[in-house]
Every structure is written in C-alpha cells, then in structure tokens.
C-alpha cells in the first residue's frame, strides 16, 4: 500500500517562499512520475507540477518562473520549491504519484497524500 505524506505548507506572505516535500513509502518499486496538484476554495483542482523518475518536469504556465519541482536521489521524496507567492497560489497543495500517459492530467495519478495548507496573504 503505498502512503504519501505531504509537509511544509504554512502562512506565508505575498512574495514570499514555501518549500513543500512528499515522502512516499510502501512501494518496492520506483512510481514514475511525482507530482503536486492544488485544490483553491471554489476552484477546480489543478495539477501544478509533475517530474519523471528520468528527470522531465512539468509545470503549470502560472507558476513557471516561480515553483520548482524536484526529487531526491532515492526518487521517493519529491519537493515543491514555491517562490515568489502570490495570493491567488492559496489552496490545499497535495503530491499524487503514479503512471499517467499525461503528466499534467491529475486524474490520471494512482495514489495521493492528504494535503497540506498554503495561505499567502497580500
């Protein structure tokens, strides 16, 4: 059964950083691809970022230039550098792992941890 545990999210002000990280555990075997997606209140979920075992990221064009998204070198802990906060990036951040033909595609993710918070105030 493979577990995911988000940490790291908190109240930050507008221009601010905010460092999330994922530890996956349970698996025997790499998951391929790591993401984070991020749930606004009265917004539809949005996946953010997503990076492959082989090292391809992806992010989402509102957050380019300001999140990174990167894993450590086992690959079963991936963080999500977020710089330059805005307040419209307030959501619930979650990681999903799994085996999406579109990396980008959230519905597509087999396993998800529980969310953590980020507010970032103007």
Known sequence: QVQL???GGGLVQAGGSLRLSCAASGSSLLIPTMGWYR???GKEREQV???TTRGATYLLDSV???FTISTNDAKNTWYL???SL???DTAIYYCNAGYPMNPMS???YNYQGQGTQVT???
């Open 106 to 108: 959230l519905l597509e």
């Open 64 to 66: 380019k230039g300001r």
């Open 49 to 51: 970022a997503a990076i």
């Open 120 to 122: 970032v105030s103007s």
């Open 39 to 41: 749930q606004a209140p």
């Open 81 to 83: 550098q977020m710089d």
């Open 5 to 7: 545990v988000e940490s």
């Open 86 to 88: 805005k307040p419209e």
